[in-house]
């Protein structure tokens, strides 16, 4: 800064000045500050531009879908707002032989993502495939066979199973004279052997049931389910 003052002022000088001798001197001085301060700028580190902040992307989980089933797919109909602007490498689709997982990263700053596990009966990742369509991502699963599919998992075939044992044998009960106890005891092994996706199911299928007994004005003997292992 001192120097690029001290330039300025001997420039004024230099302007003013009518004697050879001085303008010389004058000049001289120029000469060298001009060099000093081009030296100074050249150690100065140079300055990063400033980058303007990144738009934050936001992780979002879809959990609604529609699907059917023909004799070689289970097709699930996920709506996704906009999908079809979205690249196409952007949208990646991953199966296994019992699940899938569906993910579209950076749809109108937010990355979206679908999954089901546990699925009713194994599938073909390999001829397994996906079409993006307006508003909708089509996911297609190949079946291993073609039998139809009464569920999408396992966890909610076996939670109706269970419900439609307690409902045909109101009467049956074990040792201690419980008509729910073996109901109860299958629902809690699936419970504590399932994953996540299966102890969801379970609690939704138990709260639907639940609900029923009550609308139908029925016993609400298997209540005890509701404390277990958190469910």
């Excluded at 089933?69 to 949208?91: C, G, R, T, W």
């Excluded at 297609?140 to 307690?166: G, N, P, Y």
């Amino acid at each position: 800064m001192e120097v690029s003052q001290d330039l300025d002022e001997i420039r004024q000088l230099l302007v003013q000045s009518r004697r050879d001798n001085t303008r010389r001197l004058l000049s001289a001085e120029v000469a060298r500050l001009e060099a000093l301060k081009t030296a100074e700028e050249a150690s100065q580190p140079a300055k990063k531009p400033v980058q303007p902040p990144a738009d934050r992307v936001y992780e979002k989980k879809l959990t609604e879908y529609a699907w059917d089933q023909s004799d070689k797919f289970v097709k699930f109909y996920i709506n996704l707002k906009n999908v079809q602007n979205a690249p196409a490498e952007s949208i990646k689709c991953n199966f296994t032989d019992n699940s899938f997982s569906l993910r579209v990263e950076g749809l109108d700053n937010k990355n979206y993502n679908f999954s089901l596990s546990n699925l009713l009966r194994p599938i073909d990742p390999a001829a397994s495939k996906y079409k993006v369509k307006t508003d909708c991502v089509l996911v297609m699963l190949s079946k291993r066979s073609s039998q139809s599919w009464s569920h999408v998992t396992a966890a909610e075939s076996a939670a109706d199973e269970a419900r439609a044992a307690k409902y045909s044998s109101p009467d049956k009960t074990d040792a201690g004279g419980d008509p729910a106890a073996g109901i109860m005891d299958l629902m809690k092994k699936m419970y504590d052997e399932g994953d996540d996706e299966m102890k969801r199911t379970i609690k939704k299928a138990w709260a639907e049931g639940q609900e029923k007994q009550r609308s139908e004005g029925g016993f609400g003997g298997l209540g005890g389910l509701g404390g277990m292992g958190g469910l």
